[in-house]
C-alpha cells in the first residue's frame, strides 16, 4: 500500500507564503510515480494544482494555479513539495497530496491551510 503524507499546514496572512511536504509514509517515491497536488474546500469541487513527474520532474500547472504556486521534488530526500506565494484568503482549503503509481491513485488524508485577511 502506498500512503502520502502532507505536511506543513497551518494559519498563515495573506500576502504570506507557505511550503508543503509530501512524502510516502514507511517508503519511497519510485521512478514512474506522478505526485499530484489538489486542494478542497467543503462543499467544493477538488481543484487540481498541478502535478509532477518523480524521475524528470516534469511538471504541469493548472491554468488558474499559474505564477502563484510551485511544485518541486528533491530526488535525494525523497520529498515532493507545493510552495505557494501571495497567499490570499480564497486559498483557505484542505491540500492534498497524491501519487499515481501502476495507473493506481492514493490519497494522502490532507493539511489544512487558512489564510486570514
Known amino acids: 500500500q502506498v500512503q502520502p503524507a502532507e505536511s506543513g499546514g497551518g494559519v498563515v496572512q495573506a500576502g504570506d507564503s507557505l511550503t508543503l511536504s509530501c512524502s510516502v509514509s514507511g517508503g519511497t517515491f519510485v521512478g514512474d510515480d506522478m505526485v499530484a497536488w489538489y486542494r478542497q474546500a467543503p462543499g467544493k469541487e477538488r481543484e487540481v494544482i498541478g502535478t509532477?513527474?518523480?524521475?524528470?520532474?516534469?511538471?504541469h500547472y493548472a491554468d488558474s494555479m499559474r505564477g502563484r504556486f510551485t511544485i518541486y521534488r528533491n530526488y535525494h530526500e525523497n520529498r515532493a513539495w507545493l510552495h505557494m506565494n501571495g497567499l490570499k484568503p480564497k486559498d483557505t482549503d484542505i491540500y492534498y497530496c497524491s501519487i499515481q503509481r501502476d495507473s493506481i491513485v492514493y490519497w494522502g488524508r490532507g493539511t489544512q491551510v487558512t489564510v486570514t485577511s
Open positions: 509532477i513527474t518523480w524521475d524528470a520532474g516534469s511538471r
